[in-house]
């Protein structure tokens, strides 16, 4: 898998009609702790293997959805199952607070 780059016009089909938990970082390329956890989650998506679908948002690009999701700073990351709203945490976080965030969506069936 690979972490994919989520738009207005992929939004819907890839994190709102996703089976399985979505990360979603919300960045600018400009800040330098989205880069950073940006790998963090590159890293993670591949120790997984599909377990859970890791996405970006460029604030600056998909301005809709960072209202929609009251996106204040960057980075921050934004928890989804089944097209719903699960968490958000502010700032660079490693790679079990990320594993925390997966697993607390939904109905307990994600173990991480």
Same mark, same amino acid.
């Given at each position: 898998?690979?972490?994919?780059?989520?738009?207005?016009?992929?939004?819907?089909?890839?994190?709102?009609?996703?089976?399985?938990?979505?990360?979603?970082?919300?960045?600018? %390329?400009?800040?330098?702790?989205?880069?950073?956890?940006? $790998?963090?989650?590159?890293?993670?998506?591949?120790?997984?293997?599909?377990? $859970?679908?890791?996405?970006?948002?460029?604030?600056?690009?998909?301005?809709?959805?960072?209202?929609?999701?009251?996106?204040?700073?960057?980075?921050?990351?934004?928890?989804?199952?089944?097209?719903?709203?699960?968490?958000?945490?502010?700032?660079?976080? %490693? $790679?079990? $607070?990320?594993?925390?965030?997966?697993?607390?969506?939904?109905?307990?069936?994600?173990?991480?």
């Amino acid at each position: 898998m690979a972490v994919k780059t989520i738009t207005k016009d992929n939004f819907e089909q890839e994190v709102l009609a996703c089976k399985k938990p979505v990360l979603l970082l919300f960045l600018t %390329d400009t800040c330098e702790e989205s880069k950073k956890q940006l $790998a963090c989650m590159e890293q993670l998506d591949q120790e997984l293997g599909g377990e $859970a679908v890791f996405g970006v948002v460029d604030v600056n690009k998909s301005i809709t959805i960072a209202f929609q999701y009251q996106i204040m700073s960057t980075p921050t990351t934004v928890a989804m199952s089944y097209g719903i709203f699960r968490g958000r945490a502010n700032g660079c976080l %490693d $790679a079990e $607070a990320l594993k925390k965030m997966i697993a607390d969506c939904g109905d307990g069936t994600f173990s991480i």
